[in-house]
Antibody, heavy 121, light 107 residues
């Protein structure tokens, strides 16, 4: 069974930093593109970032470009999101999501339960 | 940009639900996806490629459409189907908009 479990969320002041982690199991992690998707309280979904299976390619939404970095450790079956220069508008539940197939990241087949990040003074 | 309508759909169990997703320009149906989200839970993949049901999704869910207009149909609403539904399009590595969502609520 595919499992994704996020951790690392919490309360942080504007301008601060936070690192999210996602522990994956139940599939061959190193073969799949992975993603972060977020949802502000009471709002819709927003794709944040993706990273290819071997970390060759990373992509970011314009809203986080230059502030967030994505990385992975295939030996540890883990995905990370380093968030710097945080703003109030980054407050959201952050989901780790797996691509639907090894060769396609067109949609997200598996999701973790999410971790809440609150940016507030 | 993806625009979903209606914002809220009030229906009774057993009724048919028709949800719309309209793109601001022609998109590939191969990359049009629908997700369901229950309160307090992560989204769940329902339909991908505009009309393909994901693993384990009941056949009362169906997707259709092409070009700029796409539809998610739930043939007979079950109690567990009352949720928020999002459409999503993959337009490239940096172009991945979601619609704003349609809430299907019990009438």
């Amino acid at each position: 069974e595919v499992q994704l479990v996020e951790s690392g969320g919490g309360l942080v002041k504007p301008g601060g930093s936070l690192r999210l982690s996602c522990a994956a199991s139940g599939f061959t992690f190193r073969n799949y593109t992975m993603n972060w998707v977020r949802q502000a309280p009471g709002k819709g979904l927003e794709w944040v970032s993706s990273i290819s299976s071997s970390s060759t390619y990373t992509h970011f939404a314009d809203s986080v470009k230059g502030r967030f970095t994505i990385s992975r450790d295939n030996a540890k079956n883990s995905l990370y999101l380093q968030m710097n220069s945080l703003r109030a508008e980054d407050t959201a539940v952050y989901y780790c999501a797996r691509a639907i197939a090894v060769a396609s990241n067109s949609c997200f087949q598996h999701w973790g339960p999410g971790t809440l990040v609150t940016v507030s003074s | 940009v993806l625009t979903q309508s209606p914002g809220t759909l009030s229906l009774s169990p057993g009724e048919r639900a028709t949800l719309s997703c309209r793109a601001s320009q022609t998109v590939s149906s191969s990359y049009l996806t629908w997700y369901q989200q229950q309160p307090g839970q992560a989204p769940r993949l329902l339909i991908y490629g505009a009309s393909k049901r994901a693993t384990g999704i009941p056949d009362r869910f169906s997707g259709s459409g092409s070009g700029t207009d796409f539809t998610l149909t739930i043939s007979r609403l079950e109690p567990e189907d009352f949720a928020v539904y999002y459409c999503h399009h993959y337009g490239g590595p940096h172009i991945r908009p979601f619609g704003q969502g349609t809430k299907v609520e019990i009438k």
